[in-house]
């Protein structure tokens, strides 16, 4: 606990829980953007890199249990099946990862926000991307995107969820394999952040610190969600997204 009061203060502690709480809850109800809630919300407080550092552990924890909800025969289906998109996000990603350090605060603020906002609101005023079938080459491109976008903020939903709508893939199929995309970005994420620096023994204690409101947020999401409507929830949370996204673009450009 030592070790974490000297990164965070007890006030900023208690908004980092809740914050997890909030993203662990979205994340059980739709199947993404708890990355996207947490750096939103822990850089209005937060040093971004440190942001980045918290996210890391909670991401990886909440993926690997929606991933294998339905049963690792089924995750390692999704495995064989999205395997190109996985390549060349992982490879985007890692490289991607090594210019955490380098970037500029603004930059790396606006390079968060703006794919969030778009993302978000793309999906509030109903436009959708159709696929008739998947395609080598639309795949390698939204996994690099993915993959890049991911190893600078530790967000990769906003293209994958975009191409799995595109796909017209079935509810029950989606959570699962965003669970197995995002599980397995997590683990790529988490090392290559181990090689930049920013996970570290001095960041560690706060990412480990954030594992239980996530995990906590995460099982009362499920629960909700088998209880009422997803549809309208997501537009809640789209809503919230799109304020969150459009916040670091104006911190980004204003200060």
């Known amino acids: 606990m030592t070790g974490l009061l000297e990164l965070i203060t007890p006030v900023q502690l208690v908004f980092a829980f809740g914050i997890a709480l909030l993203a662990g809850l979205i ?15 822990l850089t209005l407080f937060l040093a971004p890199d440190l942001a980045l550092a918290g996210l890391l552990l909670p991401t990886l924890a909440t993926n690997v249990w929606q991933a294998l909800r339905q049963g690792p025969s089924a995750a390692m289906s999704s495995v064989v099946r999205f395997r190109v998109f996985l390549i060349a996000m992982g490879i985007c990603l890692l490289i991607s990862a090594q210019l955490v350090m380098l970037l500029p605060v603004k930059t790396f603020l606006l390079m968060i926000g ?101 995990l906590v947020g995460t099982w009362i999401g499920g629960k909700i969600h088998d209880r009422i409507d997803q549809d309208q929830f997501r537009k809640v949370t789209l809503a919230v997204l799109t304020i969150a996204g459009l916040n670091l673009v104006r911190r980004a450009l204003m200060g």
């Open 27 to 41: 994340k059980g109800m739709v199947g993404f953007a708890m990355p996207m809630i947490l750096i939103s919300g």
């Open 114 to 214: 703006v794919p969030i906002s778009i993302f978000a609101l793309i999906q509030l005023f109903g436009l959708r991307f159709t696929l008739d079938k998947p395609r080598t080459w639309i795949e390698t491109v939204i996994g690099g995107i993915a993959g890049f976008i991911g190893g600078l903020s530790g967000v990769w939903g906003p293209p994958t969820v975009l191409y799995l709508t595109a796909l017209n893939t079935p509810k029950s199929d989606q959570v699962r394999i965003q669970g197995v995309i995002y599980g397995i970005g997590a683990v790529m994420l988490v090392s290559a952040h181990i090689g930049s620096g920013v996970l570290r023994w001095s960041t560690l204690p706060l990412s480990v610190a954030l594992l239980v409101p996530a």
